[in-house]
């Protein structure tokens, strides 16, 4: 049918515009041909059985009994789809899915009546809840866990009395035991502790059953930290809040760790009797650093190695190494700060992907790289580490960049060696180095050999693409039957593109995309704002399903759906996590 109906728009659009007029005929499809044939034809309307039906007369409905209808009416789906999104600033996949059926769409309602934060509630919805749903039968309406209990458990979320992870725990334990998320923490004893007063009180006591370990922190050896919040956590039965574990006693011992991650690049590198840069050892770099005498001693400092390479030379095991290297450091808690050097070719994209999953570090973690390794002439490694670890020593938590003396936002990154400053951001209205997270739980928590398979199927699903003149919608699609599921799509200035009928531009594949659930994440070739609103083009791709990112670099935009992409369980889930934020890079 699809083939048949493309095929009589291209035919009978000829026909007019030769100036002819199409024939009201019976055709057939011809499928060794891909065409259509004439069968036969009609001489006028009757021939199709055009006539009133006799035993229906005349209806002339008058104003009176039009009112009547329209007060019986419930609200439509539409309708309520379109309330959803302006109401609650919900995405059109998520008003689809809770619009699809009365019942959801009743029980979401009435959990935002009960306290129920409207995007998180619909985000569960239509993921940890619908999974259960799917492996029990049940129908939602009908399960234990009624609005009443979604909206508690939601508030409790928020409230910081339990974490993401303890909340899948709740919502199963609710199909399960039929109880109410409270008294389910009650019995488990699941609930955080949040009170600093109260963790004062734990700190105090594991410091003093270990005053050896508290002397050795303080005469500079940091090594016994990690033992210490261990300790806390076990005095605690693990119900203590991590992060305010390990701030307060850092904060009690006066001490900051400083722990450099070496990532490659040429900042650690060294130079070839060739002239070439080569990866080098990050303890030689730090050594030079401290024989200056230029950062105060209550720093110490940590090396660890994450890889030997050079900036262009990273795969999906580099990042998952990486990134699992900076989870172990941050849950461990013995580090105020992370350097982590790097190259500059791919920085931008590294930069963004640890902002993304890391988006309120507990300490800050800064990135550092430099054109040139030290001892070459003109380098400016040394001084650009020096400023990385004062900031990573003074600065609130957060993602940063250092380049050139300056201080830089993760995201929006652009590397662009020939500029008088290297680096710059992007439609950046202020510094960004915090957001709100993608996810309500930290999304790793896994072995490296899972973390890369994931970020490999994600890579392998994406790709970027650039909108140029002459571009042929059908090499579009062949890359969609090949198994790319997300393009980042590069479009002119603030959101155009050819989308005239022809072979040469995006419409067939936008449609193509419809058909084989593919989505294009629009950004800007030229730094514009994409908001699809300023031209017909744009416009009609975003009636095509085209998403604009808003400012995002398309660096960015790709590490951004990279990440949603690995770690979301559905794709609506996927473009909801995507759309969140975007009209402003920092949120």
Same mark, same amino acid.
């Given at each position: 049918?699809?083939?048949?109906?493309?095929?009589?728009?291209?035919?009978?659009?000829?026909?007019?515009?030769?100036?002819?007029? $199409?024939? %009201?005929?019976? *055709?057939?499809?011809?499928?060794?041909?891909?065409?259509?044939?004439?069968?036969?034809?009609?001489?006028?309307?009757?021939?199709? *059985?055009?006539?009133?039906?006799?035993?229906?007369?005349?209806?002339?409905?008058?104003?009176?009994?039009?009112?009547?209808?329209?007060?019986?009416?419930?609200?439509?789906?539409?309708?309520?789809?379109?309330?959803?999104?302006?109401?609650?600033?919900?995405?059109?996949?998520?008003?689809?899915?809770?619009?699809?059926?009365?019942?959801?769409?009743?029980?979401?309602?009435?959990?935002?009546?009960?306290?129920?934060?409207?995007?998180?509630?619909?985000?569960?919805?239509?993921?940890? $809840?619908?999974?259960?749903?799917?492996?029990?039968?049940?129908? =939602?309406?009908?399960?234990?866990?009624?609005?009443?209990?979604?909206?508690?458990?939601?508030?409790?979320?928020?409230?910081?009395?339990?974490?993401?992870?303890?909340?899948?725990? !709740?919502?199963?334990? $609710?199909?399960?035991?039929?109880?109410?998320?409270?008294?389910?923490?009650?019995?488990?004893?699941? &609930?955080?502790?949040?009170?600093?007063?109260?963790?004062?009180?734990?700190?105090?006591?594991?410091?003093?059953?270990?005053?050896?370990?508290?002397?050795?922190?303080?005469?500079?050896?940091?090594?016994?930290?990690?033992?210490?919040?261990?300790? @806390?956590?076990?005095?605690?039965? +693990?119900?203590?809040?991590?992060?305010?574990?390990? %701030?307060?006693?850092?904060?009690?011992?006066?001490?900051?760790?400083?722990? @450099?991650?070496?990532? +490659?690049?040429?900042?650690? +590198?060294?130079?070839? &009797?060739?002239?070439? #840069?080569? /990866?080098?050892?990050?303890?030689?770099?730090?050594?030079?650093?401290?024989?200056?005498?230029?950062?105060?001693?209550? @720093?110490?400092?940590?090396?660890?190695?994450?890889?030997?390479?050079?900036?262009?030379?990273?795969?999906? =095991?580099?990042?998952?190494?990486?990134?699992?290297?900076?989870?172990?450091?941050?849950?461990?808690?013995?580090?105020?700060?992370?350097?982590?050097?790097?190259?500059?070719?791919?920085?931008?994209?590294?930069?963004?992907? !640890?902002?993304?999953?890391? /988006?309120?570090?507990? $300490?800050?973690?800064?990135?550092?790289?430099?054109?040139?390794?030290?001892?070459?002439?003109?380098?400016?490694?040394?001084?650009?580490?020096?400023?990385?670890?004062?900031?990573?020593?003074?600065?609130?938590?957060?993602?940063?960049?250092?380049?050139?003396?300056?201080?830089?936002?993760?995201?929006?990154?652009?590397? &662009?060696?020939?500029?008088?400053?290297?680096?710059?951001?992007?439609?950046?209205?202020?510094?960004?180095?915090?957001?709100?997270?993608?996810?309500?739980?930290?999304?790793?928590?896994?072995?490296?050999?899972?973390?890369?398979?994931?970020?490999?199927?994600?890579?392998?699903?994406?790709?970027?693409?650039? !909108?140029?003149?002459?571009?042929?919608?059908?090499?579009?699609?062949?890359?969609?039957?090949?198994?790319?599921?997300?393009?980042?799509?590069?479009?002119?200035?603030?959101?155009?593109?050819?989308?005239?009928?022809?072979?040469?531009?995006?419409?067939?594949?936008? =449609?193509?995309?419809?058909?084989?659930? #593919?989505?294009?994440?629009?950004?800007?070739?030229?730094?514009?704002?994409?908001?699809?609103?300023?031209?017909?083009?744009?416009?009609?791709?975003?009636? &095509?399903?085209?998403?604009?990112?808003?400012?995002?670099?398309?660096?960015?935009?790709?590490?951004?759906?990279? !990440?949603?992409?690995?770690?979301?369980?559905? /794709?609506?889930?996927?473009?909801?996590?995507?759309?969140?934020?975007?009209?402003?890079?920092?949120?």
């Amino acid at each position: 049918m699809r083939k048949a109906v493309s095929f009589e728009i291209e035919r009978q659009t000829e026909i007019l515009e030769r100036g002819g007029s $199409v024939t %009201s005929e019976t *055709r057939l499809w011809n499928e060794n041909r891909d065409v259509t044939e004439s069968m036969r034809t009609k001489e006028s309307s009757s021939d199709y *059985r055009y006539f009133p039906e006799p035993d229906l007369p005349p209806f002339a409905p008058d104003a009176a009994f039009l009112r009547s209808v329209e007060q019986s009416l419930v609200e439509l789906p539409e309708a309520r789809k379109r309330r959803f999104m302006e109401s609650f600033q919900l995405s059109e996949d998520q008003a689809d899915f809770l619009c699809e059926e009365k019942a959801t769409a009743d029980y979401y309602e009435k959990a935002i009546e009960l306290g129920a934060e409207p995007r998180s509630a619909a985000l569960w919805l239509a993921s940890d $809840v619908k999974k259960l749903l799917n492996r029990t039968g049940a129908a =939602l309406e009908d399960s234990p866990l009624t609005p009443a209990r979604l909206a508690e458990m939601l508030t409790l979320l928020a409230q910081k009395k339990i974490h993401g992870r303890i909340a899948k725990s !709740v919502v199963e334990a $609710v199909f399960t035991e039929n109880k109410d998320p409270g008294e389910i923490i009650s019995e488990k004893g699941w &609930e955080q502790i949040t009170d600093p007063d109260v963790l004062e009180g734990y700190i105090e006591k594991v410091m003093a059953a270990h005053p050896a370990a508290v002397s050795s922190i303080r005469s500079g050896d940091n090594k016994p930290t990690t033992f210490l919040i261990g300790e @806390i956590m076990r005095e605690t039965s +693990g119900r203590a809040e991590p992060a305010l574990v390990q %701030s307060l006693v850092k904060k009690k011992l006066a001490v900051s760790v400083i722990q @450099i991650l070496a990532f +490659g690049g040429a900042i650690v +590198g060294t130079e070839s &009797e060739q002239g070439e #840069v080569v /990866p080098g050892d990050p303890a030689e770099l730090v050594s030079l650093l401290e024989a200056e005498g230029t950062l105060p001693r209550t @720093i110490a400092f940590e090396e660890g190695e994450l890889g030997r390479i050079l900036s262009e030379e990273i795969t999906p =095991l580099d990042w998952a190494r990486l990134l699992l290297g900076l989870d172990e450091r941050l849950r461990g808690g013995r580090a105020s700060g992370i350097v982590v050097t790097h190259g500059t070719d791919t920085l931008a994209y590294t930069a963004s992907l !640890v902002f993304w999953l890391f /988006p309120r570090p507990p $300490v800050p973690i800064v990135f550092a790289a430099s054109l040139q390794p030290a001892g070459r002439a003109g380098s400016d490694a040394i001084p650009t580490l020096r400023k990385a670890i004062q900031v990573a020593a003074g600065s609130p938590p957060g993602v940063y960049v250092v380049f050139g003396g300056r201080v830089l936002s993760p995201v929006n990154l652009k590397f &662009e060696r020939m500029a008088p400053d290297g680096f710059r951001n992007w439609n950046m209205s202020r510094p960004c180095h915090t957001g709100a997270p993608l996810f309500d739980e930290p999304a790793l928590g896994m072995d490296r050999e899972s973390l890369k398979s994931r970020l490999e199927a994600a890579i392998n699903s994406t790709l970027i693409l650039r !909108v140029y003149p002459g571009m042929r919608a059908d090499h579009i699609i062949d890359l969609m039957d090949r198994g790319v599921r997300n393009f980042v799509l590069e479009l002119y200035d603030t959101g155009t593109a050819n989308l005239r009928d022809s072979p040469y531009s995006l419409r067939r594949a936008l =449609l193509a995309a419809r058909e084989k659930d #593919v989505r294009f994440f629009c950004t800007s070739q030229q730094e514009g704002i994409v908001d699809l609103s300023r031209y017909a083009a744009a416009h009609e791709l975003w009636r &095509e399903g085209a998403i604009p990112m808003g400012p995002l670099a398309t660096e960015s935009a790709w590490t951004k759906l990279v !990440v949603c992409s690995a770690f979301s369980d559905t /794709p609506e889930e996927m473009r909801a996590r995507m759309e969140q934020g975007n009209a402003d890079a920092c949120l």
